[in-house]
């Protein structure tokens, strides 16, 4: 086998040219697929990048709910115990029926008579309605005193107001004291209601009278 001559200008010539061709084939590769391949490899991380992230995020949220479970369903039972109170202290509908049924109970408990027992109209307001009830009742003085405490104890809102107590004077030695009041119950209305526009007062019309003091001026000011 020949050996190489190095020093040959065609040997030179020969090896300048494939030096060159691999340079220019090195470059060609660097400056056509490495800057097109590298920005897609580029986007493609950082889209995954994002979208682990998110969700991670997502994840850790999750779990946060997960552990405030507990937490979240006792503070529901709280709010609802607390709503059930609330609409036994101003239920939506009126439940006179059941009203009276409690004020009978607690006069029988506490040993007082009905003398009167008058419900009185319906007063609608804008966000509650007001159901006034005009009671008399008679007996004992402590026992008149415990009644008035069982209606203010019930678990339903009722007021009681224009309290008269006077000296009873039937021939019953236990029964001495005879108390006459207003007891309201009141309701809760699921629509506000409007309130009443006023009223404009009509003008009265003028009278034979107030005619003739009207044609009298009218006279003096043509005399004058």
Do not use: C
């Not at 369903?73 to 009126?94: C, I």
Request: proline share 7%; charged share 20%; glycine share 4%.
């Amino acid at each position: 086998m020949a050996s190489l001559d190095l020093k040959s200008p065609v040997t030179q010539k020969i090896l300048l040219s494939g030096t060159l061709s691999l340079v220019a084939l090195i470059l060609f590769f660097f400056t056509h697929y490495i800057p097109i391949g590298f920005p897609n490899q580029r986007e493609k991380i950082d889209a995954l990048k994002v979208d682990y992230e998110k969700k991670s995020t997502e994840l850790a949220r999750a779990r946060a709910t997960v552990a405030d479970l507990p937490r979240f369903e006792a503070e529901y039972e709280t709010l609802h115990q607390r709503w059930s109170l609330a609409a036994e202290l101003l239920p939506t509908d009126r439940q006179v029926a059941a009203l009276l049924r409690k004020i009978t109970l607690a006069a029988e408990q506490t040993g007082v008579h009905f003398v009167t027992f008058r419900p009185g109209g319906p007063k609608n307001q804008q966000y509650y309605t007001e159901m006034p009830l005009q009671i008399t009742v008679n007996g004992g003085y402590h026992q008149i005193g415990s009644f008035l405490a069982e209606l203010a104890n019930l678990r339903r809102i009722i007021t009681v107001s224009n309290v008269k107590l006077k000296t009873s004077n039937g021939s019953d030695p236990l029964i001495t004291t005879e108390v006459d009041f207003v007891a309201s119950a009141y309701s809760l209305n699921t629509a506000p209601v409007a309130p009443t526009a006023p009223t404009t007062p009509t003008p009265a019309a003028p009278t034979d009278t107030d005619k003739e003091k009207k044609e009298g001026a009218n006279n003096a000011r043509k005399a004058s």
